[in-house]
């Protein structure tokens, strides 16, 4: 079983963030059996993520993406995503009401830019974010898994943790793999 990451955001090419979000996740696929065949760390640019996308398609089952799902402006990565799999971007009331939840859960008023996650692409599965607010997303196609999570480290673990790793061993009948330390 093969698959690519793709890191998405400036931060992480001029030097101020370490990539420890590509790190993290080719450790847990290693642990079950995926081989992470190659990297692609990338700007926030429209291009740079198409293109991204098709070279990891082209010879991966697994893709998956961080970073760009937040509320900002340069939080483009949701949209390239839709667009690449011709998805339309449809308005969820019910993640704006979890994403409320959220910031009186912690006493705050929830900024009207957070309204923006609530749209998300009518062709993806929503995969759960507990600790922060944006959902990830889950594309089908082709027989290729692909996965969308925020670039927030915590947020990406959790969701790695509590359903990309089981999905991929149910869904591939993968098996932990076995290694030795030999000294």
Same mark, same amino acid.
């Given at each position: 079983?093969?698959?690519?990451?793709?890191?998405?955001?400036?931060?992480?090419?001029?030097?101020?963030?370490?990539? &420890?979000?590509?790190?993290? /996740?080719?450790? *847990?696929?290693? %642990?079950? @059996?995926? !081989?992470?065949? $190659?990297?692609?760390?990338?700007?926030?640019?429209?291009?740079?993520?198409?293109?991204?996308?098709?070279?990891?398609?082209?010879?991966?089952?697994?893709?998956?993406?961080?970073?760009?799902?937040?509320?900002?402006?340069?939080?483009?990565?949701?949209?390239?995503?839709?667009?690449?799999?011709?998805?339309?971007?449809?308005?969820?009331? &019910?993640?704006?009401?979890? /994403?409320?939840? *959220?910031?009186? %859960?912690? @006493?705050? !008023?929830?900024? $009207?830019?957070?309204?923006?996650?609530?749209?998300?692409?009518?062709?993806?599965?929503?995969?759960?974010?507990?600790?922060?607010?944006?959902?990830?997303?889950?594309?089908?196609?082709?027989?290729?898994?692909?996965?969308?999570?925020?670039?927030?480290?915590?947020?990406?673990?959790?969701?790695?943790?509590?359903?990309?790793?089981?999905?991929?061993?149910?869904?591939?009948?993968?098996?932990?793999?076995?290694?030795?330390?030999? !000294?």
């Amino acid at each position: 079983m093969k698959a690519a990451l793709i890191s998405i955001g400036n931060e992480l090419l001029n030097g101020r963030t370490v990539n &420890s979000n590509a790190t993290f /996740i080719g450790g *847990k696929l290693f %642990e079950i @059996g995926v !081989r992470v065949r $190659e990297i692609f760390t990338i700007r926030d640019e429209p291009e740079s993520i198409t293109n991204a996308l098709t070279a990891a398609l082209a010879t991966n089952q697994i893709v998956l993406v961080t970073g760009g799902l937040g509320p900002t402006h340069d939080d483009i990565t949701k949209k390239v995503i839709a667009g690449y799999f011709d998805s339309k971007l449809i308005f969820d009331e &019910s993640i704006v009401q979890r /994403i409320e939840q *959220k910031f009186r %859960e912690r @006493g705050m !008023r929830m900024p $009207e830019t957070n309204r923006e996650q609530g749209f998300v692409p009518e062709t993806a599965t929503l995969i759960d974010n507990p600790v922060g607010t944006a959902p990830g997303l889950h594309f089908r196609q082709n027989g290729s898994h692909i996965f969308a999570m925020p670039g927030v480290p915590r947020e990406m673990r959790a969701m790695v943790t509590d359903y990309i790793l089981p999905l991929l061993a149910r869904e591939f009948q993968l098996k932990p793999t076995e290694t030795r330390l030999f !000294r």
